[in-house]
């Protein structure tokens, strides 16, 4: 389980980031602010709040050793601080003077990248301060940054909704339109999966205003190269997704919502193992400890909540064996009843458990048997129940034919025939004289 142990509420507007380092918690703020927490009792630190923007904070990151804080602001600055003392150690102007919305170090912390509002992104030295590279997107403002474990790349995303990828020389390997109406957010996995000593590779998230988080994995091979490939899209939220990140084992990744929510999933399964719904107003960062199961998540509430994993609990939610059996045909009914709270729909499992609805039971439900035989009188509820039924339907089907989900036809779910692949480069089958893509 998870648990809110301890709430922050020391900013006096919208808290825009928070970031981990192994003994510190940042968050920054639109009251032009960062501040700086102990881990150990989250009491403030003697030298925070830090001081220097003229306008609101938009994000902040720690460098690997934690000894230094970035922080970035409509004021048009990256600020490099020590966390030891708050001392200012740079101040690194955007060159060309616009709001700067996302900084991130590098794995090694050689380098940090700013992105600003009129699409540039600078690569600066760590050690100098100084300017290394500059680039610059076509469209849109930079709103999100996240490096790959290895640091040999990074990608960007902006408000036009494409994820760009750079290598560490700045140049630009790939562009693709991720989300339509913008993306918000983006974050690698700090574990790589690695396939021998030829393929190497690494899950991307990104989310954005369409409501959605997709998952990416990119991919280097001796032989073709950088490929960034879409896997699968996670749909929990019922509005814009401002926030993303995995966990440090990368078994988890959290997101955060205008729809006031915060979701954790598992990311070996993508289902839901927790809904987090405290926060009063629209969830915009969101970040885990590197070290210690800590989860913090800020707000528009102007407060930020400090979540702690129950390590049993994590450790079982981890594991495929103690997940609730892979046939969900011989579900019991209080697999069920975990799986309805795992979809935060709690208030369900009291109904479903009074009509003994177990697996077999539970994929025959129908719009009909909601509304007249479980009495569920809500159209939106039983939409819900419905969508995450058809999940667990297709789920089954893709199952028991052992057939990978990408060569199952989106529209009717069956086995899709004759690829063909476009130069754009988009994948069509040929379905019974229907074009699928």
């Excluded at 389980?1 to 703020?29: E, G, P, Q, R, Y």
């Excluded at 380098?111 to 100084?130: E, F, H, I, P, R």
């Excluded at 913008?182 to 393929?199: A, M, R």
């Amino acid at each position: 389980m998870v648990k809110l142990i301890h709430t922050l509420a020391d900013h006096d507007d919208d808290v825009n980031c928070c970031a981990f380092s192994s003994a510190l918690l940042a968050t920054c703020s639109l009251d032009k602010t960062v501040r700086l927490y102990s881990l150990s009792d989250f009491s403030e630190l003697p030298h925070s709040p830090l001081k220097f923007h003229t306008y609101a904070v938009h994000c902040c990151c720690f460098s690997p050793s934690g000894h230094i804080l970035a922080s970035c602001s409509t004021d048009g600055t990256t600020v490099l601080w020590n966390t030891q003392n708050g001392q200012t150690l740079a101040v690194m102007e955007q060159p060309s003077g616009s709001p700067v919305r996302v900084c991130q170090f590098s794995p090694d912390s050689t380098c940090l990248v700013s992105g600003a509002a009129d699409g540039t992104v600078v690569m600066w030295n760590a050690q100098s301060y100084k300017l290394y590279r500059c680039g610059s997107v076509k469209d849109g403002s930079l709103v999100a940054c996240a490096f790959c474990p290895t640091g040999t790349l990074f990608v960007t995303g902006s408000s036009c909704g494409d994820l760009t990828v750079w290598d560490d020389k700045m140049r630009c390997l790939h562009s693709e339109k991720a989300h339509d109406l913008g993306i918000t957010c983006c974050d690698f996995s700090s574990q790589p999966i690695s396939d021998g000593e030829q393929t190497h590779f690494f899950r991307l998230a990104s989310c954005g205003q369409d409501c959605q988080i997709k998952m990416w994995v990119v991919s280097f091979t001796h032989v073709s190269g950088f490929e960034l490939k879409y896997k699968s899209t996670l749909s929990g939220h019922s509005a814009p997704v401002l926030a993303c990140a995995f966990s440090h084992n990368g078994q988890m990744l959290v997101s955060g919502s205008v729809d006031k929510s915060v979701i954790v999933y598992d990311t070996n399964t993508e289902n839901i193992l927790y809904t987090l719904t405290q926060h009063t107003r629209y969830v915009t960062t969101c970040a885990f400890a590197p070290n210690i199961l800590l989860l913090a998540t800020g707000s528009m509430d102007k407060t930020v909540n400090i979540w702690q994993f129950d390590p049993e609990a994590l450790c079982q939610a981890g594991s495929t064996e103690d997940q609730p059996k892979q046939f969900i045909e011989d579900w019991s009914e209080d697999d069920v009843s975990t799986w309805l709270c795992a979809q935060g729909l709690e208030d369900l499992t009291g109904l479903f458990k009074m009509n003994n609805i177990d697996g077999r039971e539970l994929l025959n439900l129908t719009k009909e048997s909601l509304a007249d035989d479980l009495k569920i009188e809500s159209l939106g509820l039983r939409s819900k129940v419905l969508r995450k039924i058809e999940e667990l339907r297709t789920k089954v089907k893709t199952l028991s034919s052992g057939v990978p989900d990408e060569f199952i036809c989106p529209i009717t779910r069956e086995l899709m025939k004759e690829p063909v692949i476009a130069s754009d480069p988009l994948t069509f089958f040929i379905h019974d004289h229907v074009i699928c893509k």
